[in-house]
C-alpha cells in the first residue's frame, strides 16, 4: 500500500477580535490510497480545520503556522493559488453536511455535475461530459431523467447523492466528507453510508470521513483519529480503538453513545466543557476534564506513543493501563 | 456543529455606530447644524412677522450688510425669516411622525402578531392607504378641515403610517415564529405580554430607523401642503415662505435670495434624516444586514 | 402500572395549504399532521417519541400543550379536557406543563439576563410578589440544575453561555413553576457529546424529585431506549408501535420499528447484523398511501407478495403482549 496523504506537524490559527485561537496544533497522520479514515471529536476540536486545510479551503482568518502536506509525494503548502484549483475537484472533493447551501438553487443538477467535469477536462466532448453526468447519477441511485430537475425539487437525503456525484465527477483519489450525514433522519443515513461504502470499494478511494458521532465512524471508516482542542490524542484501527481505547478522552467519548448491543443504561458525560483555545491549558490539554489526571498532567505534554499494534495515544498515564 | 463563539461584548452605542460610517455622519452633521440654528438663531437674531415696511425701497432688496439674505415682499429680513421657518418646518414633521410611527407601530404589532382575521383585516386597511394616491387626499383633507398648524400635523401623521405599519408587520411576523416567543407563550403569559416585553424590543431598532426616515418624508410634506397654499397662513415655514415668496413673483423678478435659503434648508434637513435614517436602517434591519 | 396522567383519544391536528384563491369549488391541500393517534401518557414516567422528520412528533407535543390547535379529539389530563380549555384557565393549566426546546440558542430571548429568563414565569403567574423571594426562587432554581454561582450566572446573558449552559437554564426556566409534565423535544440534540449526559442526568434527576412525568421527542431511537420507560413510534401521524422501551427495541413487531433498528449506528465495530434498508423516504403527509400508509416501503409487504389487506385496510392498534402494541395486518 501506498502513502496518498501525509500530512506533518500541521497547526493553524484563527485570528479572532479576542485573540489567535489555536485551532490545530502540531497534527500529524498518514491515509494509504484506498482507506477511510474517521476523524472524531467535539466541536471546535479542529477536525473540519485539519480536513479543510488539505484542499486549502479555510476561512481568511485562517494562518497556517507550520506543517506540511503531502500528497502523492508532493507538499501541496508549496503550490499557489492556482495550482491547488486544479487539484480541487480533480484530486481531491468534498462531500459537505448542508448540502443545499452547497448547491446553486437556479441551476439544474445536471448542470452543476458538468461544470468540475468541464473545468478540469477542457478537451472533454460535450457528449461524453453529459455521459457521464448520467452515470454518476445511476451509480449514486438517482434516475438520470432527473438530471434536468433543480436542487429544490430533491429531498436532503437525494440532495446529498447530487452532492456524492459531484465529488465523484472527475475520479478523484481523495473525498472528503465533512459530516455528511449528520442532519438527516436515520434511515436515509444509512442509505447514505452504505452507498459511501459502496462507491469508496468500487472506486478503490481513499476518504477522510469527519464526524462528531463514533458510532457512524465505527460503521464506516478502517481507521479512526481522535481529536481534543487542536491536538491529536488517538488514533488507531476501529477495531483496536474501540475495543481497547487508550487515552481517557477516546474511552469517555465512547461512553457517552449509547449502545443497544450493549448495557441499558444511561449514558456517561465528560464533566466540564472544551477548553478555550486562545489560551489553551498547559501540560495535557484534556486534564482539566480528566478523572485520571496527576501532577504531570498539568506540567508537561504528553507525547504520541505506541500503544499496540498501529495504535498511539498521547496520555502520560498509558504504561499503567497496559497489561 | 462547528459554530464559532458568539463575541462576547455588547456592540457599541448605535449613535457611534453611525457615526462610524461617512454617510451617517455627515448627516449627523447636517442634523446638529440646522438643529442648533433653529433653536439658537431665532434667540441671537430675533424675528418680528409683524415688522412690515410699505416703502418700495425696502421690499425684495438684495443682500445687504443690512439684510444678510435681503428682505421679503413685506420687507422682512430673510436670514431671520428662515431661521424662524425651521422650527415650524421641524415641529411639524417631529409631530406627525410621532402620530404616524405610534399608529404604524401599534398596528404593524397587531397585524403581525395576530394572523387571523384581525391581522388580515388590518392589512387590508394598511394596503388601502398605502395605495391612495396621497397628495390629492391631503389636499381634499386639508381643503375640508381648514388651514392650520395643527391641521397639518394631523392629516400628515394619518396619511404617513402605512409604510411604518408593512415594515414592522413582517419584522414580527418572523419575530413570532421564532422559539423564544414560543416558549414565552407555553409559559402561560398574555399575548399583552408576549407583545410589549418580548416583541416590541426586538422591533425597536426597525422602529427607529424608520422614525428618522418618516421624519424626512414629513418634513418634505407640510412643506409640500404649505407651498400649495395649505399651510398655516399666519406662521411662518419653509414652506410657507415658499409659497408667498412664489406668489410674490420673487422667480420672476429675480429675487433669489428669498427662494433659496427656505428650499436649501428643506434640501438640507432631509438630506440630514435621510442619510442618518439609511444608515440607522442598514445597521439594524435584519434583512440589509447580510447575504 | 401507573395512572394514566394524560389519555389522548383519537387526535388529529391538520394543517390546510392555502394556494391561490379560496374558490369554493377548489379543495385546498389538507396536510394530516396528526391522523387520529390515541395513547395514554403515564405519571412518572418518561415516554419517548420517535420517528422520521415529518412524521409528527413535534407537532403532538406542542399540540398537548395546546401551542398548536388541535382539529378533533380529546386530551384529558386528568380530569380536564384540555383540547377545549380557553382563556384564563389554559393559562392556569399552562403552568403545569412546560416545554424544553432542541435549541437552547433560539429558546431564550438574546435580551433578557438569566435571572430575568428566570423570574418571567413567576412574575406572569403572580407567585411571587416581593423582589427578595424572587430572587432566592431563581438562585435555587439555578443551583438546582447545577449552574454555580448562581448569583453569578443570573447576571449574565445566554451569549455569555456555553450550549450545555443554556440548555440548563432552559431547564431552570421550565422547573421554576414546578409542573407536573414536561415535552422535552429533541433537548440533547444541538449539544456536543460529553455534555448530552449531564443534561440527561439532570432531567432524571429532576424527574425523581418532583415527581415529573415526560414526553421525550427524539429521533434517536438508542437515546430513547435508554431514557425512556416506554418508546411511542410514529409513522406519517399516526402510531404504529408503542412498548415498554427494551422489548421495543429487541423484541418489536412492526417492520417499520424493526427496520429502524436494524439501522441505528453502532460503537461497536464489526457487528454482523442485518440492516433492513428501506427504499426512498417517508411520503408526504398531503397524499398518504391508502390501505396500510406504511406499505409502499414495507419490505414485509414486498416478501409477504402484496396482499391485499395491507392495500385496502388500514390496521388498527393491536396487543402484542402486555401493554405492547403494534398496527400491522403481518405481525410476528
Redesign the interface.
Known amino acids: 500500500m501506498s502513502t496518498l496523504l501525509d500530512i506533518q506537524d500541521l497547526a493553524i490559527n484563527f485570528k479572532t477580535r479576542s485573540g489567535d485561537v489555536h485551532a490545530v496544533d502540531g497534527v500529524s497522520f498518514q491515509l494509504e490510497a484506498g482507506k477511510v479514515l474517521g476523524i472524531a471529536g467535539e466541536s471546535g476540536c479542529g477536525k473540519t480545520t485539519t480536513a479543510l486545510s488539505i484542499p486549502r479551503l479555510l476561512p481568511s482568518n485562517a494562518r497556517l503556522v507550520r506543517g506540511h502536506i503531502l500528497f502523492d509525494g508532493v507538499d501541496l503548502m508549496q503550490f499557489s493559488e492556482g495550482e491547488i484549483e486544479k487539484i480541487r475537484w480533480k484530486q481531491i472533493s468534498m462531500v459537505f453536511q448542508g448540502a443545499m447551501n452547497a448547491l446553486n438553487p437556479v441551476k439544474t443538477i445536471g448542470a452543476q455535475i458538468i461544470e468540475p467535469i468541464v473545468w478540469h477536462e477542457p478537451a472533454i466532448a460535450r457528449g461524453d461530459a453529459n455521459q457521464r453526468v448520467l452515470e454518476l447519477l445511476e451509480r449514486v441511485g438517482i434516475p438520470a431523467a432527473r438530471a434536468r430537475s433543480y436542487p429544490h425539487e430533491f429531498s436532503g437525503g437525494m440532495r446529498q447523492r447530487v452532492m456524492i456525484a459531484m465529488a465523484l465527477a472527475c475520479r478523484p483519489k481523495l473525498i472528503i466528507s465533512d459530516e455528511p450525514v449528520t442532519a438527516l433522519d436515520v434511515m436515509i443515513q444509512a442509505q447514505i453510508l452504505n452507498l459511501l461504502k459502496d462507491l469508496q470499494k468500487q472506486m478503490n478511494l481513499a476518504m477522510i470521513f469527519i464526524s462528531h458521532d463514533l458510532s457512524v465512524i465505527a460503521e464506516s471508516c478502517d481507521e479512526i483519529a481522535i481529536m481534543y482542542a487542536g491536538k491529536l490524542v488517538e488514533r488507531g484501527s476501529i477495531r483496536k480503538v474501540f475495543s481497547q481505547p487508550a487515552h481517557p478522552y477516546t474511552q469517555a467519548l465512547i461512553r457517552s453513545f449509547p449502545n443497544i448491543y450493549g448495557k441499558q443504561e444511561l449514558i456517561h458525560g465528560i464533566p466540564g466543557y472544551p477548553p478555550n483555545l486562545i489560551h489553551p491549558p498547559t501540560g495535557c490539554r484534556f486534564h482539566e476534564r480528566c478523572d485520571r489526571c496527576i501532577d504531570i498532567c498539568a506540567q508537561s505534554e504528553p507525547v504520541l506513543r505506541e500503544v499496540g499494534e498501529g495504535q498511539i495515544a498521547a496520555c502520560h498515564r498509558i504504561g499503567e493501563t497496559l497489561p | 456543529m462547528n459554530a464559532t463563539a458568539v463575541p462576547a461584548s455588547r456592540p457599541p452605542n448605535l449613535w457611534v455606530q453611525v457615526w462610524e460610517i461617512p454617510l451617517g455622519r455627515a448627516g449627523i452633521i447636517l442634523l446638529g447644524i440646522v438643529l442648533v440654528l433653529s433653536l439658537v438663531g431665532p434667540v441671537v437674531f430675533p424675528f418680528n412677522p409683524k415688522d412690515i415696511t410699505s416703502t418700495a425701497a425696502d421690499i425684495l432688496q438684495p443682500p445687504s450688510s443690512m439684510h444678510w439674505l435681503g428682505t421679503d415682499e413685506l420687507g422682512r429680513d430673510v436670514f431671520r425669516e428662515t431661521l424662524v421657518g425651521a422650527r415650524l418646518s421641524l415641529l411639524v414633521g417631529l409631530l406627525a411622525t410621532a402620530i404616524s410611527i405610534t399608529l404604524g407601530s401599534i398596528i404593524g404589532l397587531l397585524a403581525g402578531y395576530y394572523r387571523g382575521a384581525v391581522g388580515i383585516t388590518l392589512m387590508r386597511v394598511t394596503d388601502f392607504f398605502l395605495v391612495l394616491p396621497l397628495l390629492p387626499l391631503i389636499i381634499i383633507l386639508a381643503a375640508i378641515f381648514g388651514q392650520s398648524f395643527s391641521i397639518t400635523i394631523m392629516v400628515i401623521g394619518l396619511t404617513s403610517w402605512p409604510s411604518t405599519a408593512r415594515i414592522v408587520r413582517s419584522q414580527v411576523i418572523s419575530l413570532r415564529e421564532r422559539q423564544f416567543i414560543e416558549r414565552i407563550r407555553s409559559l402561560g403569559a398574555t399575548d399583552l405580554r408576549v407583545i410589549a416585553v418580548h416583541i416590541l424590543p426586538n422591533v425597536l431598532p426597525l422602529i427607529y430607523a424608520n422614525t428618522v426616515l418618516v421624519i424626512a418624508g414629513s418634513i418634505l410634506s407640510e412643506a409640500t401642503l404649505a407651498f400649495l397654499g395649505l399651510g398655516d397662513p399666519v406662521r411662518v415655514s419653509w414652506g410657507t415662505m415658499l409659497h408667498f415668496g412664489f406668489v410674490a413673483g420673487a422667480a420672476g423678478r429675480g429675487a433669489w435670495w428669498y427662494l433659496l435659503p427656505p428650499g436649501l434648508g428643506i434640501v438640507l434637513v432631509v438630506l440630514g434624516f435621510t442619510l442618518a435614517g439609511h444608515t440607522l436602517d442598514q445597521l439594524l434591519n435584519p434583512r440589509l444586514r447580510e447575504f | 402500572m401507573n395512572p394514566a396522567l394524560l389519555s389522548i383519544k383519537d387526535l388529529k391536528v391538520y394543517f390546510e395549504l392555502r394556494q391561490g384563491l379560496p374558490l369554493p369549488w377548489r379543495e385546498p391541500d389538507v396536510v394530516k399532521a396528526i391522523d387520529g393517534v390515541t395513547f395514554d401518557i403515564l405519571e412518572g414516567e418518561v415516554l419517548a417519541l420517535v420517528g422520521?422528520?415529518g412524521c409528527g412528533k413535534t407537532t403532538i407535543g406542542?399540540t398537548l400543550?395546546r401551542?398548536i390547535e388541535p382539529k378533533a379529539g380529546i386530551i384529558q389530563y386528568r380530569d380536564q379536557d384540555l383540547a377545549h380549555l380557553k382563556g384564563v384557565s389554559?393559562?392556569?393549566?399552562?403552568?403545569k406543563?412546560?416545554?424544553i426546546?432542541q435549541?437552547p440558542y433560539?429558546?431564550?430571548?438574546?435580551?433578557q439576563s438569566v435571572f430575568d429568563i428566570l423570574a418571567?414565569?413567576l412574575v406572569?403567574?403572580q407567585r411571587v410578589t416581593q423582589k427578595k423571594d424572587l430572587q432566592a426562587c431563581v438562585f435555587e432554581a439555578l443551583e438546582s440544575t447545577g449552574l454555580h454561582p448562581a448569583a453569578e450566572i443570573a447576571q449574565r446573558y445566554p451569549?455569555?453561555l456555553?450550549g450545555?449552559q443554556r440548555q440548563r437554564v432552559?431547564i431552570a426556566?421550565a422547573m421554576i413553576?414546578e409542573p407536573e409534565f414536561i415535552v422535552a423535544d429533541e433537548p440533547v440534540s444541538m449539544l456536543?457529546?460529553?455534555?448530552?449526559?449531564?443534561i440527561?442526568?439532570l432531567m432524571?434527576a429532576l424527574r425523581h424529585q418532583k415527581n415529573l412525568t415526560y414526553l421525550f421527542i427524539t429521533?434517536?431511537?438508542?437515546?430513547a431506549?435508554?431514557?425512556a420507560d416506554r418508546i411511542m413510534v410514529l409513522y406519517l401521524g399516526k402510531v404504529i408501535e408503542i412498548g415498554p422501551?427494551?422489548r421495543l427495541?429487541?423484541a418489536g413487531t412492526h417492520p417499520y420499528t424493526q427496520?429502524?433498528?436494524s439501522?441505528?449506528?453502532?460503537?461497536?465495530?464489526?457487528?454482523s447484523r442485518e440492516?433492513i434498508?428501506?427504499k426512498g423516504?417517508?411520503p408526504s403527509p398531503v397524499h398518504v398511501p391508502e390501505g396500510c400508509r406504511f406499505h409502499p416501503r414495507c419490505w414485509k409487504f414486498q416478501r409477504l407478495g402484496s396482499p391485499k389487506e395491507c392495500l385496502t385496510q388500514e390496521p388498527d392498534l393491536r396487543q402484542v403482549a402486555e401493554g405492547h402494541l403494534a398496527a400491522c395486518h403481518f405481525l410476528d
Open positions: 422520521e422528520s406542542k400543550l401551542l389554559l393559562r392556569a393549566m399552562r403552568q406543563m412546560q416545554l426546546f435549541d433560539e429558546s431564550l430571548d438574546s435580551r418571567e414565569p406572569i403567574h451569549h455569555h456555553s450545555g432552559a426556566a413553576l456536543d457529546v460529553s455534555v448530552r449526559a449531564g440527561l442526568q432524571l429521533h434517536d431511537l438508542s437515546l431506549w435508554v431514557i422501551s427494551d427495541i429487541h427496520a429502524l433498528v439501522v441505528i449506528p453502532s460503537p461497536i465495530p464489526d457487528r440492516q434498508i428501506l423516504e417517508t
